[in-house]
C-alpha cells in the first residue's frame, strides 16, 4: 500500500462551549445572597500548521475526522469552566486547503504558516453575568455554543526546487537515485513511479537543493489522461524543470518516441495545465544514453549537442554509469541560485473567511422563517426559555438587534413560525 497521499479529504470540528451555571450564593447568617453562577469555558479551536516533517498527507486517508476538546460548565462561587485546548493538525508543506466547493480557503506553503480551520463554541456566561439593577435576581444563564464543523479537501504541492519530467521509464527515478539519498522503486518497465519522490541534492561546497521525480508524464496528461492533474500539480511550485528525454527507445523496444517529439509533446502538456511554467528555468536532458549507438560517446558529460531530429540538448548522461551526472548537478545548481535570488522565498496566503456579523433572514420551505446570525442565535442560547425572566430578556436581546423589524420587512405575520438556532416561536405583531 502506497505511503504517500496527496489528497484527502478531512472533517473539523471545534470544541464545544461550556454552560455558565445557575447558582446563588449561599452561606451562613447571609440571608439573601446574589447570584455567583460561573461561565462556561470556551471550546477548543482546530488550526492547521504546516510542518517540513510530515512527508504526505496518509495520516488523514482511514482517518479523517478530527475534533477539538469541548468547554467544561461554569459551577457555583463564580468558578469558570475550563477552556478546552486548541488541537493542532500539521500537514505538509504545500498543502492547499479547500472546501467542498473546490474554493480555496489556505495555502500553507512554508513551515509554521497556521489557518483556523474551525473555531472553537464561546462559553455561556453564568447567572452572575445577568445581575443588574433591575434584575436583582437572574435565574436563567447562557448555554455555550457549538463548535464550527466542516469538510474540507486538501491537496498537496511538493515543494521543489527542481522538477524531473519525463514519459515513463526515462530513468527519472535512477537519477534522483544517484544524485540524492532518495531510495525509489526502479524497475525496467513503465510508470514504476506512481507516486512523487523528493531527494536533497548536496554539492561538495554545502550548497543543498530539493529535487522532486514526477511520476512519467503521458500525452493528454493535461487533460486529466491517467493520474496526469495529479501528477502535473506537483510541477506548479518548482523553480527549475528538467526535461528528460529518452534517448535509448528505439534501443530498448521502448514506446518512447523521437527526442524532438518527446521534448514537444512535454512542453505541449506543461503549456495546456499551466503555460506560466514555460516560462521557468528548464534544461533539456538526454537521459540513457549509454544505451544509444549514437549517443554513448556522449555520455561523458559533454556540453550542448543536438540530436539527429534537430533537437538541442544541453547535456546528455546515462545515471546508470554516472556520465554526466556532476556537471548535471552543477548546472541545476546554477540555475537555482538565479532562481532563489530573484524570487523570494514563498509566503503562504490565505483567504480569510468573513466573520458573520449581524443575522439575516431566509424565507424556509414549508413558508416559516429563519434567523441566520451567531449574535441572533446567540441572543436565545439561554438555559431555561420556558422561565419568563429568561424569555424576557432573549426578546429584548432580539429587539436591540432589529430582528423584530426584519421580520416584519420581511413580510412575517401574526402566528408564523420562527426559527432561530434550534427554537421555534410563533411570531407576534407588536
Not at 62 to 76: M, V
Not at 203 to 210: A, K, N, P, Q, R
Not at 244 to 249: Q, W
Not at 270 to 283: G, M, T
Request: aromatic share 6%; hydrophobic share 40%; charged share 25%.
Amino acid at each position: 500500500m502506497s505511503g504517500f497521499v496527496d489528497e484527502c479529504q478531512l472533517n473539523v470540528r471545534g470544541g464545544d462551549g461550556g454552560a455558565g451555571c445557575v447558582a446563588f450564593r449561599r452561606e451562613a447568617h447571609v440571608a439573601k445572597g446574589g447570584p455567583d453562577g460561573g461561565d462556561g469555558g470556551s471550546g477548543g479551536s482546530i488550526w492547521l500548521v504546516a510542518d517540513r516533517n510530515v512527508a504526505s498527507l496518509l495520516a488523514f486517508r482511514d482517518h479523517p475526522h478530527r475534533r477539538a476538546p469541548n468547554g467544561t460548565h461554569g459551577q457555583g462561587k463564580k468558578k469558570h469552566g475550563a477552556g478546552g485546548d486548541d488541537l493542532i493538525v500539521y500537514v505538509p508543506e504545500g498543502t492547499v486547503v479547500l472546501d467542498r466547493d473546490g474554493n480555496v480557503l489556505a495555502d500553507l506553503v512554508t513551515k509554521g504558516d497556521r489557518w483556523l480551520a474551525a473555531a472553537g463554541g464561546r462559553g455561556g456566561k453564568g447567572n452572575a453575568r445577568f445581575l443588574s439593577n433591575r434584575r436583582r435576581a437572574p435565574s436563567f444563564a447562557e448555554q455555550g455554543e457549538l463548535g464550527e464543523e466542516q469538510w474540507l479537501n486538501l491537496e498537496l504541492k511538493l515543494m521543489a526546487d527542481v522538477a524531473l519530467v519525463g514519459f515513463p521509464n526515462v530513468g527519472k527515478s535512477t537519477l534522483i537515485s544517484r544524485v540524492s539519498a532518495a531510495k525509489p522503486k526502479i524497475a525496467d518497465y513503465p510508470f514504476t513511479t506512481l507516486e512523487p519522490n523528493l531527494g536533497v541534492v548536496r554539492l561538495d561546497d554545502g550548497y543543498e537543493y530539493v529535487v522532486a521525480d514526477i511520476p512519467g508524464l503521458i500525452e493528454g496528461a493535461s487533460e486529466g489522461k491517467g493520474l496526469g492533474h495529479r501528477f502535473l500539480r506537483h510541477i506548479e511550485r518548482a523553480r527549475v524543470l528538467v526535461l528528460l528525454i529518452d534517448l535509448a527507445g528505439g534501443v530498448t523496444g521502448s514506446t518512447a518516441e523521437a527526442p524532438a517529439v518527446q521534448a514537444q509533446v512535454l512542453l505541449d502538456e506543461l503549456s495546456a495545465y499551466e503555460p506560466e511554467l514555460l516560462e521557468r528555468p528548464r534544461l533539456i536532458i538526454g537521459s540513457r544514453a549509454d544505451l544509444s549507438p549514437e549517443h554513448v560517446s556522449l555520455a561523458d558529460g559533454s556540453a550542448a549537442v543536438t540530436t539527429a531530429d534537430g533537437l538541442d540538448l544541453d547535456l546528455c548522461i546515462s545515471a546508470v554509469t554516472g556520465a554526466g551526472l556532476p556537471r548535471l548537478t552543477g548546472l541545476m545548481a546554477d540555475l537555482v541560485r538565479d532562481a532563489r535570488s530573484v524570487e523570494p522565498e514563498p509566503e503562504g496566503f490565505i483567504v480569510h473567511r468573513p466573520m458573520a456579523e449581524g443575522f439575516r433572514i431566509e424565507r424556509e420551505d414549508d413558508g416559516s422563517y429563519r434567523v441566520v446570525g451567531r449574535q441572533a442565535e446567540r441572543a436565545v442560547a439561554l438555559s431555561d426559555l420556558t422561565n419568563l425572566e429568561a424569555l424576557d430578556f432573549a426578546h429584548g436581546r432580539l429587539k436591540k438587534l432589529g430582528v423584530d423589524k426584519a421580520l416584519a420587512r420581511a413580510g412575517a405575520h401574526e402566528g408564523d413560525i420562527v426559527r432561530i438556532g434550534g427554537l421555534n416561536f410563533e411570531y407576534e405583531e407588536e
